[in-house]
């Protein structure tokens, strides 16, 4: 039985491993911009001179503002063309961005090719989870799944804050196209996902997909029957129970959900969380220390990763709430902390200096413990399965579109003064404390049901989307 559920797990790492290197690789450029906006502004380029702050703010927001474009792209290309097909056509303009950036002596052509790795970005994001999470088994899911995630999120930052500063802006976009080729030939072999193949009526060659993966044996030879069954069931259901568009806005469950998500993007994006990701090293440069800011930038991206390690360990014992109000106190306090120090701090004084940087590292941990990972998993519970995809569409793109205002006035607004971004994310952490304290519903220990009743939906309503 060890040997056989082993055989069943390595067999379905095996199939997992080509959407993990091809969200590695799509996630890349955003893991690359800040490290490249440091060595844009110098003129460590083939532009043949430094990016203007003006320029350097759209170099940044346009790869947000194009995955808007890149998701809506996934709404067709995934049932039309197919999962495995999808996948392999999103790795295209993630792959022809690279090439721009190490070729490039245009910059609209440069700006180009954020928006093509800004589509790849918004199509990867969301296809590939589904995609993966429709060839993982039940049990194994979830770990697929939050490997991934992390994989996107945070693997990828770190990668990039290592490897732009140690060579030329040209080479770090060679080196960084190496996993775009590599997920291409990944997917190509790739299995098709058997919740597609059914869907085409295509159950014998379903079958024959799920034997793979699953590794068929004489003893899980039923297993994988009930599993196909279950698929079955599965699409009958959605297709029965398949809700339109305007569904999201007119049934009292489901706006009541949009507008809960929209306010937790809304307090994701104004509490700095963008700013980390993409100006991080323009950021620490104003500090004037005397580390670099390579090495504070890169302990930043480590720290949230430790912080989202430990939102996965704490958020059963403490539930969502509990750990969203802790982020946000951590995120309130260190950011204005940093304000001040812009505004009134003696910047001459040693020890002063250290203070925004030990901020910084603890803002690092506790948004990393909260506001970065969390928001997802309200995403997977607030919406009824039959809505769930436009939710999650309209979410992505209002998130995306946040991101681009944020990004597009940071550096203005940093520019005239320093303090006033900080002084922004504190008041707007403040507000999401005041949120989840006294608005937003705990959703921890509750069933599906629970969370719907709770949302105003009626009792048919939530049977017929179960």
Known sequence: MYSANFHTYFQQLKAAFPPLVAIFAVCLPLGWSSPALQKLQLGDSNLGRPLTHDEGSLFISLITISEIPGTLAMMVSIDYFGRRLACILLLIPSFVAWMIFTFSTNIIIFYLGRVLAGMSVGMGVTLLPIYLGEIASKDFRGTLLTLLATIGNTVDPIIEFILTPLVSLTASAAISSVPSIMALFLMYWSYESPYYLVMKNKIPEARKCLENIRYKTVDNDKTITDELNEIERT?????????????????????TAIIYMTIIHTIKSCVG????????????????????????ALTVMILTVLGSISSTIFVRK?????????SLIGCF??????????????KEEFWIQWIPVICLLVYAYMHGLGIVT????????????NIKTYAVVFSKCYLALCYFVITSVFQSIFDYNNAYPFY?????????ILFFKFVMPETD???????QVLLGAKYDDVEGNL
């Open 333 to 346: 306090l260190s950011t204005l902390i940093i304000a001040i120090y812009f505004n009134f701090a003696n």
């Open 445 to 451: 220990r509750k069933s599906f049901y629970e969370i």
């Open 374 to 385: 969390l928001p997802y998993a309200y995403l997977g519970e607030l919406f009824a399965a």
């Open 235 to 255: 699409i009958i259901a959605q297709t029965k129970n398949k809700a339109s568009l305007h569904e999201l806005f007119v049934v009292k469950s489901n706006r």
């Open 273 to 296: 969380l963008p700013i980390i990701r993409y100006f991080i090293h323009i950021v620490v440069e104003q500090l004037n220390l005397d580390l670099s800011a390579n090495t504070v």
């Open 424 to 432: 922004f994310f504190a008041f707007s952490s403040f507000i999401g």
């Open 318 to 326: 403490l539930g969502k709430t509990v750990l969203m109000i802790a």
